[in-house]
């Protein structure tokens, strides 16, 4: 069954692969993606060369972006790419946007963790996104042990998806925790719930589907800190029909990426 | 994408449980709906504990419960007795394991929830049933985590067994034939490399499950050039884990079919000392 990936990474951040950084990764990624047939949807959350937890920057962000872009031409047609942008730098945010998504192919918006995804910084952000009808990816997280500085959670995620009903979003990792992230994200038709990240924990895709139904909940993997296998085993196991597989693998990412206008 | 590997055919569970989990409902709550499940991947045998010994102060009873579910399905599971050596009469108990379930050599084993029962692996209690164990000649399950720490519920929040309490328990009781059980891929290498400090690694009677070994890309091949394909079972985490995940990552690793065979199956049965092919039932 062929697979659109929504939240794949370019960075090996532990070096994984032995290889680090870059090539040795980037090749590795690509024979998972031929073997399975799938497609990643990619952003860079840390350019080679900076350190994780650096604040991004809009030397930081431009950097990710062009790894990015070389992560797509590397992986020949495996892979589109996000715009990785920080609303505390609005004006960095606009020229990446501009340039990446506008003119250089990039399909969506990255967010992670510059400001809590319900501050009115990303208000105009989110309308030239809406205006586009280009989806907006933001990590969201809702930690037992407690969320790091910015770090988003699913309820923050609603409620700026009520403040902009035209915007798509897709919930990054629905909160870790599909229990929790189904009830925050219930009711709301422009959010997708993206199942990366996290165990592949029995029986909670099946929640997730009851409450937000199929055609609202999008495959992630969140390679390469998961396996591909570990994530696709959240659908293959689950207790739902091939019909909804193919919608969380492959046709609701399909939908959203056709309606782009950018 | 399936789990069709050829040498994917007799999986052995080193790592399972059957009952009811406090924080939601669990698709494999029940003995026929585990066999199902373990149908449908081609897991022959597991090792089963009774999921209610997590949070149980008497671990006899759900003991004796597992006991009684597992009789109807002969060859089948690996009866695994939750023991808790911080509670009164543990001993007790164990015997009435030994005389009135028949937990002998070969005939299961003991589990160990070390931080949800809150005693240190490395400590006196411990190594006590530790010795009691390696006197019976069964093997020991030790559970470093069921769950992400990140999820647990916000009332109960159990820390993962540390590594340096693991691999000191290990070093400390080479002649017990240890499972090591819900490890990431990385701690597992902390803790075989800490082995390696303490020279024990080459002696230590280990094997690390995969239940949720759930990355990094190429983690199956990885860990074998880490620690060995002699030093890794496939484990499912049942019933909170999908079985999906580790049954697709051995399918998919690329490795030598004799080498899936083993973690799948063959190292486990050696290991437990469960001698044996089971089939399913008709």
Known sequence: ?262 | MNTSNTSLSELFDVNCAVGEWPFRRVPCNTIDRLLDRMDRLGIRRAALSRLENVFFKDCLVGNRELAALITPHPGRFFPLYTVNPAFPGWDVDLDICVDELGLAAGRGGIRLYPSYHAYPLDGPQAAALLERAQALNVPVVATARLEDERTHHWLVKVPAVPHDQLAAAIAAHQAVRWVIAGLRAPQIRVVWRALQQQRAAARARVLFDLSLVQGPIDECRLLVEAVGAERLAFGTNLPLTAPESPALALAHSDLPAQTVAAIGGGNAARHLGAGGTARPEP
């Open chain 1, 1 to 262: 069954m062929p697979t659109i990936d929504c939240h794949v990474h370019t960075w090996d951040w532990l070096g994984f692969t032995r290889g680090g950084e870059g090539p040795a990764y980037w090749d590795r990624c690509r024979a998972w993606a031929e073997q399975l047939d799938v497609t990643y949807v990619v952003s860079c959350p840390k350019p080679i060369g900076r350190r994780p937890g650096e604040e991004p920057d809009p030397g930081f962000l431009h950097a990710a972006n062009q790894e990015t872009f070389d992560f797509v031409r590397q992986m020949k047609g495996r892979a589109i790419g996000l715009c990785y942008v920080n609303p505390r730098y609005q004006e960095s945010a606009f020229a990446e946007m501009e340039e990446w998504i506008g003119r250089r192919g990039f399909v969506g918006l990255k967010l992670l963790t510059g400001v809590h995804c319900n501050d009115p910084l990303l208000d105009p952000i989110v309308d030239w996104c809406a205006q586009r009808r280009v989806p907006i990816c933001q990590h969201t997280w809702n930690k037992a042990n407690g969320n790091g500085p910015n770090e988003s959670t699913p309820m923050m995620l609603a409620e700026l998806a009520r403040r902009h009903p035209d915007a798509t979003l897709v919930m990054y990792h629905t909160g870790g925790d599909f229990v929790y992230g189904a009830k925050a994200a219930r009711g709301l038709d422009n959010v997708y719930c993206d199942i990366g990240g996290a165990d592949a924990v029995d029986g909670v895709l099946e929640h997730l589907v009851e409450h937000v139904g199929a055609d609202h909940v999008v495959f992630g993997s969140d390679l390469p800190g998961r396996s591909l296998t570990s994530q696709l085993s959240k659908v293959h196991g689950a207790r739902l029909s091939d019909a909804q597989k193919e919608q969380i693998l492959h046709g609701n990412m399909a939908r959203i990426l056709a309606a782009r206008n950018p």
